[in-house]
């Protein structure tokens, strides 16, 4: 099973070797300390290249290995930290911690069973000390073992418990589904998290799955207080405002983390997530530009780049985007549905489809990839059959799905299948009234059939809702001149020509 991770180590040794002797200059002094805080506030970047020079100056390191098997977990190279950790377990295989983080690390390659039976023997160790005891725990929270983890720490000093323990033993309560005894737990929490920056930023992630945001954002603001310039927490406050909706407090806090550190990825994707929580996708997308020129091979930054390249009309970044996040992940689901949104969008619809038909194999009872294919195929010659039964089998997913009636609607009307569309549109505006689209094609069949009063009714009420559509205003002008109401139709023209004028004039995207 681990034979390719034990190739990978073989093979990163003589790297490391090879680049030793050629170094002109090797780095024979680190400060450990400063290098092990800045990992473990997520300062990635200003300490990589440091302790990479010096790892490949001494390769026989066991904390110099340690701590990059560490690093390079946190920037999610998760082969290349199994090799290194394997390789320190080879220079010293008593080394528990190391034997922790390594069953981390192939959980997160999905070796559950191997992952789970390396911390059952480290748990049978008996000369764990409570440092091991405490990040052992950690551990068997991460792989699911949560009766363990609590069995784990409960063995603990009572001041762990009350500290450093916190955290884990909240996650333990929640993935057992406990909510009673978390709840107990939160004013043994808050008052350990005012005094101690690293439980309030875990705790509050913890409290944050469990729909408690506005006690943790409590609590961390109180430590805040108390640690003005813990970047780490100034961060996750920020991230939770932003969340919760309280947008002032979140820029203050994430601007304060910008002036720290105006070069950490972190900071620069929390800044893009509160910018297009405003919506403004333009200054979401620069953020995370910047982020992701800092973390290029990070999915979550490159995720939420490709959704807000296509809500600033971008599709061709986003398709860019999509492509390296399938890169990074082959077949995976999510990359798969991106890239297909992202080539509808930009009208690939080859590649559209093709992405879409993967994702679909992947995830058949998903309507919203459903949706996205069958909008796909219907905006191709010759496929209008298809789209059809395509979006017919979505509405079988989720005969709520009103977008999937809309688009039904819409093939209908182009294949000339009037009353059918009509039925069409008149459900989704029954079910939703804020539909201006559906209210605007419905009142143009309307009008087609002759029923102008129904036509009016509908049409004014998709004017109401999207006055910048220059369809409707057109569709307004020949209702109003066909019962005689000069005025209004002239007035509509005009805002039709002044619509029609400026969406003309609009870069392409």
């Not at 930290?81 to 528990?96: D, E, F, K």
């Not at 890169?327 to 590649?351: N, R």
């Not at 020949?478 to 870069?507: C, M, N, T, V």
Request: charged letters at 20%; glycine letters at 6%.
């Amino acid at each position: 099973m681990f034979r390719r991770h034990f190739i990978l180590t073989c093979l990163l040794l003589p790297w490391i070797c090879a680049l030793a002797l050629g170094q002109d200059s090797p780095t024979t002094s680190i400060n450990f300390a400063r290098i092990e805080m800045s990992i473990e506030q997520g300062s990635l970047e200003e300490v990589e290249k440091p302790l990479l020079d010096y790892a490949i100056a001494h390769p026989t390191d066991v904390k110099a290995l340690e701590l990059l098997g560490r690093l390079r977990y946190q920037q999610d190279r998760l082969e290349e930290a199994q090799a290194l950790y394997q390789r320190v377990l080879a220079l010293n295989p008593s080394l528990a911690k190391g034997k922790i983080n390594l069953a981390q690390i192939m959980f997160g390659l999905g070796h559950r069973e191997p992952a789970r039976l390396l911390l059952t023997e480290v748990a049978s160790a008996p000369t764990l000390n409570p440092e091991e005891r405490l990040a052992l725990a950690r551990a068997m929270v991460m792989v699911g073992e949560f009766q363990k983890a609590l069995a784990a720490a409960d063995r603990l000093p009572a001041v762990m418990k009350s500290g450093s323990a916190l955290p884990l033993i909240a996650a333990s309560y929640l993935g057992l589904g406990e909510q009673k005894k978390l709840l107990a737990l939160v004013p043994a929490i808050r008052t350990a998290a005012i005094s101690n920056p690293e439980v309030a930023t875990q705790c509050a992630e913890v409290l944050q799955k469990a729909n408690l945001s506005q006690e943790a954002i409590g609590f961390m603001r109180l430590s805040l207080a108390r640690a003005p310039n813990n970047l780490r927490l100034l961060l996750l406050l920020g991230q939770m405002e932003t969340q919760v909706g309280d947008l002032v407090e979140a820029r203050r806090h994430l601007n304060l983390a910008l002036k720290m550190k105006p070069n950490m990825a972190d900071v620069l994707y929390s800044l893009g997530m509160l910018d297009s929580t405003e919506g403004n996708y333009d200054a979401a997308l620069s953020n995370l530009k910047q982020a992701r020129n800092l973390a290029p091979r990070s999915p979550t930054i490159l995720t939420k780049f490709i959704v807000n390249a296509m809500r600033a009309n971008k599709p061709h970044a986003a398709v860019d985007a999509a492509n390296e996040l399938l890169a990074l992940k082959p077949d995976d689901p999510e990359a798969l549905y991106l890239l297909g949104a992202a080539s509808l969008q930009d009208g690939s619809l080859t590649s559209a489809q093709d992405a879409l038909e993967r994702y679909r194999q992947l995830r058949p009872d998903d309507a919203r990839g459903c949706l996205a294919l069958g909008i796909t195929l219907a905006r191709q010659q010759g496929q209008q059959q298809k789209a059809t039964v395509q979006l017919e089998q979505c509405l079988k997913l989720d005969p709520a799905n009103l977008e999937s009636k809309y688009q039904l609607g819409v093939l209908f009307r182009s294949e000339g299948e009037v009353k059918k569309a009509i039925q069409m549109f008149e459900e989704v505006t029954t079910q939703s009234s804020q539909h201006a689209n559906a209210s605007r094609d419905l009142g143009a069949l309307y009008l087609q059939t002759g029923a102008e009063a129904k036509a009016r009714v509908a049409l004014e009420r998709a004017v109401a809702l999207n006055p910048e559509d220059a369809e409707t205003h057109f569709l307004l002008s020949r209702l109003y001149s066909l019962s005689g109401d000069k005025i209004l139709a002239r007035q509509h023209l005009d805002l039709f020509e002044k619509l029609k004028g400026q969406r003309e004039k609009l870069p392409p995207p």
